[in-house]
Each structure stands twice: as structure tokens, then as C-alpha cells.
């Protein structure tokens, strides 16, 4: 009998039914993970990976650099998400992928992925479901950034991280572990580590959240939402109808 279920499988879950097999092969992918330490690049722009990365615990991001030095965070990777699903498809790779944090991450040839999605209707629903919720997210993100102040901002991206981790069996009712520093923020949102932290300072003020040492508390998350405009429909949590 199953006891637990990887990270990478309660995620899926979301998107289609899977039975046991498929489970279980899903585990075997994550079952040996390795150490990576922060700022460690899993794919470099250009690379033509042959790989398949998964995050089991940590945080990684998709990222470009500008020609002044500066990062632009174009993707985060949680807990069960997928790296690199696609890549091998592409030839090479546009962007680069890199831990933000101490993570562990399994690598799995691309061809053992491929082979578990010919097998199973199951999993190749599930890893179809995960790439268009990547897609959805990414839309978000572009509103988020181009038309929202940047307290709301911030908000809409600490909900965004409560909801996603929440999903995968992390994180409180009302709280999380935010797992990168306030210079990841200001990356992800195009703005200084500067103004994050008066806005933080703000959110604080206004009663939106509390924080103590990394641990982010909504006091009142509905009020949080909907000061975010936070919808979490375009991430898809209640899964999809399953054929």
C-alpha cells in the first residue's frame, strides 16, 4: 500500500487521474535526487538538453540575462514541477535554469519521460496539463507586471506561492516558508531590492501580511486576494475534467 505521494504526483494528480502504476512509475523518476547548491545552473542558454530535471524540494527558476549584468526571472520551479519538460523537443534552449535556493533535483533522460508518456494516457494527460498551466501562469505574470502597482504585485505573487505550495502538501493554512531572498523578488518583478522592501514594510503596515524570519502569515488572506486581485482559477488547482 502507498503510503506517501512524491511531490511530483500530488501535483499531476491535479490534472489527471492516475492509477497506481502510473504513480509509482512517476516516484521511480524522483527517487534519487541530487544536492544542488544555490545559483547552480541546470540548463544554460543554448543548451541542447537531453535531460529532464525535477524539483523534489528548493526552488528553481527559469531566467535570461540582460547585456548589463541584470537577471530577468521569467518562471519559478516549486516542489514537484517540472524543469524542462519540453526542451529536448526544441533542439536548444532560449533562457537558462538555475537553483535559487539548496534544492535537490532529479535528472531523468528525456527518452525515459518520453517512453512513460507513450505508455500511459494517464501521465501523457497529466504532463500535457502541466505545460499549459506553465502557460497560464506566465500570462498572469505579464498582467501582474505591466499592470499592477507593486504592492499588489507582491501580494499577488506571495498568493500565488501560499496556493502552489499548498497544492503539493506544503505550507500552512494561511502562511508559508517563502523560499528565496527579497533580490529574487525584485528580479521576478523588474523592481530594486530597495523598493521591495519598502513595499514589504507597507504590506505590513496595511495588516496584508505578517513576517517573521522567512515565514509569511496572511492575517487575512481573503483580504489579501482580493486587494491582489488574485484569482487562482488560472492555476488550474482543481484539476481538469478527466477523459
Request: proline letters at 5%; aromatic letters at 6%; charged letters at 25%.
Amino acid at each position: 500500500m502507498r503510503q506517501t505521494k512524491s511531490h511530483l504526483v500530488r501535483k499531476l494528480q491535479r490534472g489527471a487521474t492516475l492509477c497506481s502504476t502510473d504513480m509509482a512509475r512517476l516516484d521511480d523518476l524522483t527517487r534519487v535526487a541530487r544536492l544542488v547548491a544555490p545559483g547552480v545552473d541546470l540548463v544554460q542558454e543554448e543548451d541542447r538538453p537531453r535531460r529532464v530535471h525535477v524539483v523534489t524540494e528548493g526552488v528553481a527558476c527559469r531566467y535570461r540575462h540582460l547585456p548589463d549584468g541584470r537577471r530577468a526571472i521569467v518562471g519559478l520551479m516549486l516542489p514537484g514541477d517540472f524543469c524542462d519538460l519540453h526542451m529536448s523537443v526544441l533542439g536548444h534552449v532560449d533562457h537558462a535554469i538555475g537553483t535559487l535556493v539548496p534544492s535537490r533535483i532529479a535528472r531523468v533522460d528525456a527518452t525515459e519521460v518520453l517512453a512513460l508518456v507513450d505508455a500511459s494516457s494517464g501521465i501523457s494527460r497529466a504532463c500535457w496539463w502541466a505545460s499549459l498551466v506553465e502557460e497560464s501562469i506566465l500570462r498572469e505574470w505579464l498582467v501582474n507586471v505591466g499592470r499592477r502597482p507593486s504592492i499588489q504585485q507582491v501580494t499577488h505573487l506571495f498568493c500565488e506561492l501560499h496556493a502552489r505550495l499548498r497544492a503539493v502538501g506544503l505550507g500552512g493554512e494561511t502562511s508559508f516558508e517563502l523560499p528565496f531572498t527579497q533580490p529574487v523578488i525584485a528580479d521576478l518583478l523588474g523592481i530594486s531590492p530597495v523598493h521591495v522592501q519598502r513595499v514589504l514594510r507597507s504590506m505590513r503596515n496595511q495588516g496584508l501580511i505578517t513576517l517573521q524570519a522567512r515565514r509569511i502569515t496572511f492575517p487575512d488572506y481573503d483580504v489579501a486576494a482580493e486587494f491582489a486581485h488574485f484569482d487562482p482559477g488560472y492555476l488550474h488547482l482543481d484539476g481538469a475534467p478527466h477523459r
